[in-house]
């Protein structure tokens, strides 16, 4: 990959991608909300720092018209930014909109910006989402991305069915533990989740590794950790009994807060 845009790359995974893929020989645009974090990565990797926010169809716009004319092109959009919000059908209206805009909608509108440019185009284009093993499965203790993570999967399915055809490989990397702020954050906020998450956790840059391996075929399914596939078998094949475990899990996150 030549010309790459990783968007949430100011930390965590998106940093460890834009490092990897600079280290490779790509020419990387490292977006970020946090415009010092972004201009940070970029200025270590040779990169181009451009600020926006991910859930805004005008900054993706401007993101995507700009890495195109810096790079004459982009072979590699990894659209990875995400945000996750402790919470349960109680949680606000405007959290589960924030979180459904971040984690669902800025796919789209990579989408309805790069496809134009990229279809029937000659060579393959790739678009890398970052979903999370929460979209495969589930994450006690935060309804908002456990929902907006199954959209998540389930829109890049649905591109990778519509456009393989025409030159389109959309791959989707399901992560479980990875050591980021945002697993902390989960820590922090007393999640049993994140703390069984934590104990299997993998760096960033581990998980960027896997990914540049991965983009040598054009699986769909990225697992940094393999148990995760046994994990989503189980949940198609017996539904019930993968249930029965996760409410297990769920009375004894709640024992344990209460003891």
């Given amino acids: 990959m030549k010309r790459v845009v990783v968007t949430g790359a100011g930390g965590g995974i998106g940093a460890a991608l834009a ?3 600079a280290a490779d020989g790509a020419r990387v645009v ?3 909300l946090n415009a010092e974090a972004a201009r940070e ?3 270590e990797i040779g990169g181009l720092a451009v600020a926006g926010d991910a859930a805004s169809e005008t900054d993706v716009q401007r993101l995507i018209d700009t890495a195109w004319n810096e790079l004459g092109g982009i072979d590699l959009f990894c659209s990875n930014a995400g945000v996750l919000s402790s919470g349960d059908e109680t949680t606000p209206d405007d959290q589960w909109q924030r979180d459904f805009g971040v984690n669902v909608m800025s796919h789209v509108y990579v989408s309805r910006a790069l496809l134009p440019r990229w279809l029937d185009g000659g060579e393959p284009k790739r678009l890398l989402i970052t979903v999370s093993a929460a979209g495969l499965l589930t994450l006690l203790g935060s309804a908002t991305y456990s929902v907006t993570k199954h959209a998540a999967l389930a829109y890049a ?3 990778r069915a519509t456009y393989a055809h025409r030159g389109l490989i959309v791959q989707a990397l399901c992560p479980q533990g990875v050591r980021t702020d945002m697993l902390t954050r989960g820590n922090d906020q007393g999640s049993g989740s994140a703390a069984l998450l934590a104990e ?7 998980v960027a590794d896997l990914v540049a391996e991965s983009l040598n075929g054009e699986g769909f399914l990225i697992l940094p ?3 995760v596939e046994g994990y989503y078998r189980l949940r198609a094949s017996d539904p019930d009994r993968w249930l029965g475990g996760m409410n297990k899990l769920q009375r004894g996150f709640e024992q344990r807060a209460g003891s």
């Fill in 41 to 43: 990565v970029a200025d």
């Fill in 19 to 21: 490092r990897r893929f």
């Fill in 225 to 227: 950790h393999p148990e």
């Fill in 200 to 206: 299997g956790a993998l760096p960033p840059s581990q």
């Fill in 157 to 159: 399915e649905w591109l």
């Fill in 30 to 32: 490292v977006n970020d």
